[in-house]
């Protein structure tokens, strides 16, 4: 196999990461931060190992096979959080490797899990850093789930490459005209929401790293209490609009801009995705208001932001929830694996494989009533085939077996259950908190054994990537000619 072209994209990957560095850089430097030479040195050997890659790998005729794509996805993953972590491992904060590699994961992911204490006393570009890697990961996952996902035919997302090269869609011909728009969408609504932080009573720089995690689905916070502790509804309600609009599909956003001004309300997975969450929160609103005697509006506030956070695995927080009862905490769980759309920053199942099970399940129940019929499944008013319909169920099995077996090796390190599981869970489906006193809303990770970090960083990839995109590259067929 030729693996030039995949260093020489890993190259280019890395190169851009040492720019990025230098944000943070300069801003350590602005307020007197020391960190600033550990940013500078990272990104010194980021730029000396990307551009060596770059000039050792280049060819003039730069194609991806399949095969190649599958150990590109993978392997970019893993080298640039390898390299992300260093201004963590070297910075003032003290952290182990172990720690930072974990850090550094969950901010690429959009996990959102974090194992910093004192985030509120934390060097502004550390900070920075953090918010700027789940916002490039935010970016990097539109974009593969856009152009790669599809052609890797990865848990049904080839069912997008088919709409996308539908021939209504003329907008936009070229991928690359597709990456420019998504880009400075997202750019667009980064600042956008930063603005609208700031006007809502948040300092500058928080509100632009709220912004920024906000829209990338991340939840990385500059505040231990998250977003609690601003204790603001006009910036709970901005950053909810946030987290919901980075949870729906960017290219439909593009497709409004160019004309079709009713696609996004058109689509069913948006659908889906507003009555979904709108049923959760108005049940359990009405439930927490009774149950805990808090009043409606606040019930409302309050249920709203965490379970839009919960679901698009954003991972933000402004209570601890655990506190609720049982039956918050178990809907809580729940939630955590629906995620949003295919084509945003969010993990998670999917709205569009509910759709998939809904309409599979549908048709089997229709055969039991009349075993002579014939019914035929349907997404967005397209037949679905056997090929989507297979990788959608067989998604779904391997993304609950990677849940088991991550819950019960964490369990096997010492974890109780609620912790053990929730953080299995949290790492899967890149949603940022767990369940419970130790990994809940009001804690951290921390005080995990090493063993575990390294066990929900590997979930952690795992999950962001699709489940399929990694294990392919355990089966020993895969790498035979």
């Known amino acids: 196999m030729d693996f030039r072209p995949i260093l020489f994209i890993i190259g280019i990957l890395l190169c851009t990461l040492s720019i990025g560095m230098f944000i943070p850089a300069l801003v350590d430097m602005y307020y007197g931060q020391r960190d600033w030479l550990v940013f500078s040195a990272a990104s010194a050997v980021s730029l000396f190992i990307g551009g060596a890659l770059v000039m050792m790998n280049r060819t003039e005729n730069l194609k991806i096979t399949s095969r190649q794509a599958f150990i590109l996805t993978t392997t970019s993953w893993l080298v640039l959080t390898a390299v992300s972590a260093l201004p963590f491992a070297f910075s003032d904060l003290d952290m182990s490797y172990t720690d930072a590699f974990f850090e550094a994961m969950s901010g690429i992911s959009t996990t959102g899990s974090t194992v910093i204490v004192g985030l509120d006393t934390a060097p502004p570009g550390i900070l920075l850093w953090r918010a700027l890697l789940q916002w490039l990961g935010g970016i990097g996952i539109i974009v593969m789930a856009i152009a790669v996902m599809p052609m890797l035919r990865v848990g049904g997302m080839q ?47 928080d509100a632009i790293a709220h912004a920024m995690t906000t829209i990338a689905t991340g939840g990385f916070s500059t ?55 709108s049923s959760i929160i108005l049940g359990l609103t009405i439930w927490h208001s009774q149950t805990n005697e808090v009043a409606f509006l606040n019930a409302l506030r309050y249920t709203s932001f965490n379970i839009i956070s919960v679901m698009t695995g954003t991972g933000y927080a402004t209570t601890d929830y655990g506190l609720w009862g049982p039956f918050a905490v178990t809907v809580f769980f729940f939630v955590m694996f629906i995620g949003g759309c295919a084509g945003s920053t969010t993990c998670g199942v999917k709205i569009f494989r509910l759709q998939v099970l809904y309409e599979i399940a549908k048709v089997q129940l229709s055969h039991m009533l009349r075993p002579h019929g014939v019914f035929i499944a349907y997404y967005n008013r397209k037949p679905l085939s056997e090929d989507v319909t297979e990788s ?53 990770f921390a005080t995990l054994p090493d063993g575990a970090k390294w066990l929900m960083s590997i979930g952690m990839l795992i999950g962001r990537l699709e489940v399929f995109t990694v294990l392919v590259l355990l089966f020993p067929a895969f790498w035979r000619d």
């Open 159 to 205: 069912l997008f490459r088919m709409e996308n090269s539908d021939k209504s869609d003329k907008a936009f011909p070229r991928a690359t005209q597709i990456a420019i728009g998504i880009a400075s969408l997202y750019l667009g609504f980064t600042i956008i929401w930063a603005f609208l932080l700031w006007w809502a009573g948040m300092p500058g720089f």
């Open 223 to 277: 505040k231990d209490a998250s977003v609690g502790h601003f204790d603001n509804a006009a910036v709970d309600v901005i950053i909810t609009l946030g987290m919901a609009t980075g949870a729906l599909p960017f290219i439909l956003y593009l497709q409004m801009l160019r004309g079709r001004t009713l696609a996004l309300f058109m689509d069913g997975q948006v659908r889906w995705f507003v009555a979904i969450a």
């Open 392 to 444: 959608v169920l067989s998604f779904f099995f391997l993304f609950v077996f990677c849940f088991v077996v991550l819950a019960a090796a964490l369990g096997a390190m010492g974890l109780d259950f609620i912790t053990a599981v929730s953080s299995a869970g949290t790492a899967i489906a890149n949603v940022g908190p767990g369940l419970g006193p130790i990994v809940g809303p009001s804690g951290n």
